[in-house]
């Protein structure tokens, strides 16, 4: 919404808003700032004629670090379903967890642990992800088939994410107007971005509000999960193959090992990474 076409849709919705005679405020917030694991920067918008709304979403303010990639000491998420155009590489934590993929169905995302292992988290380690108790959406299962409680993981919104936000709409906090700067006529829009009523500004303000660090992803995850299928796998690495993308020094060998895992084959790899054979080798293996 803040980058397509130029932050148009948003740029309308605004507009609107100020036609209207509301102040307004949005702001790019992360999970991960919240305890939780997961990648996860949502844009939330709140608007008002009688309050400022920057005393809302922008009066907190506690940045953390992003841990560095590890392989072999960190966790990483990546969704599987890709790996051609994009990858959503998350260390030490999964990437969004979504309602749908790239495969046009909903699907959790994979990640490699520090072990080598490639797995499929389990739906009830995604609920947690989410700030929601265990089997949370079993009632789900009443009325759909069983793989929709991930849609509903996917689209909702982190528990302690609404929890700060609604505190805030309750008891508004005060907002430094030092971080105003000017805003931008065209292209994407900023991250964070206020309006007083009668002139707009981007706000130089994080994705962080509490700053509360998570815990590991690989001491956070009760359940062992799913493996990552060898058809799975050998997709995914196919599309890397013809991918412009950057990967992790050691992300491809750990996939191919897994790959080599799952397809119960002997297959003997070139040594030299920049060889075609080397994964297409592993990949005809695992459809034998």
């Given amino acids: 919404m803040l980058q397509l076409g130029g932050g148009a849709a948003m740029r309308t919705i605004v507009s609107t808003l100020e036609d209207l005679g509301y102040r307004w405020a949005w702001r790019v917030v992360d999970s991960f700032g919240f305890g939780l694991p ?4 949502r844009v939330f918008l709140v608007a008002s004629r ?48 979504k ?14 642990m520090p072990n080598g292992a490639v797995i499929t988290p389990d739906v009830r380690d995604a609920e947690r992800l989410q700030g929601f108790a265990e089997d949370w959406t079993v009632p789900a299962t009443g009325v759909a088939r069983a793989n929709f409680r991930w849609g509903l993981v996917g689209n909702a919104v982190s ?5 700060w936000l609604g505190g805030r709409l309750a008891r508004p906090g005060s907002y430094d107007r030092r971080r105003d700067i000017g805003f931008p006529d065209s292209g994407s829009l ?18 962080d509000p509490i ?14 999960g799913v493996p990552l299928s060898a058809r799975a796998t050998a997709g995914f690495l196919s599309r890397t193959r013809v991918s412009k ?6 992300f491809i060998s750990a996939l191919e090992e897994h790959l080599v895992a799952m ?11 920049r060889d075609p054979s080397r994964s297409q080798t592993l990949i005809a293996a695992a459809s034998r």
């Fill in 38 to 41: 997961q990648r996860r920067e």
């Fill in 50 to 97: 009688v309050a400022d709304p920057a005393d809302v979403l922008m009066a907190d303010e506690v940045l953390l670090d992003r841990p560095a990639t590890a392989i072999g000491i960190r966790a990483h998420g990546f969704y599987w379903t890709e790996g051609r155009g994009g990858l959503g590489w998350a260390v030490d934590a999964v990437p969004t967890l």
């Fill in 99 to 112: 309602n749908g993929s790239s495969v046009g169905i909903p699907s959790p995302p994979a990640v490699l």
């Fill in 159 to 163: 528990v302690p994410v609404a929890e």
């Fill in 190 to 207: 900023p991250k964070a971005a206020r309006s007083d009523g009668s002139k707009r500004y981007r706000v130089d303000i994080g994705s």
């Fill in 211 to 224: 700053g509360s660090a998570p815990p590991s992803l690989a001491s956070f995850l009760r359940y062992p």
């Fill in 245 to 250: 993308l950057r990967f992790a020094e050691g």
């Fill in 263 to 273: 397809a119960g084959s002997s297959a003997t790899r070139s040594t030299d990474p």
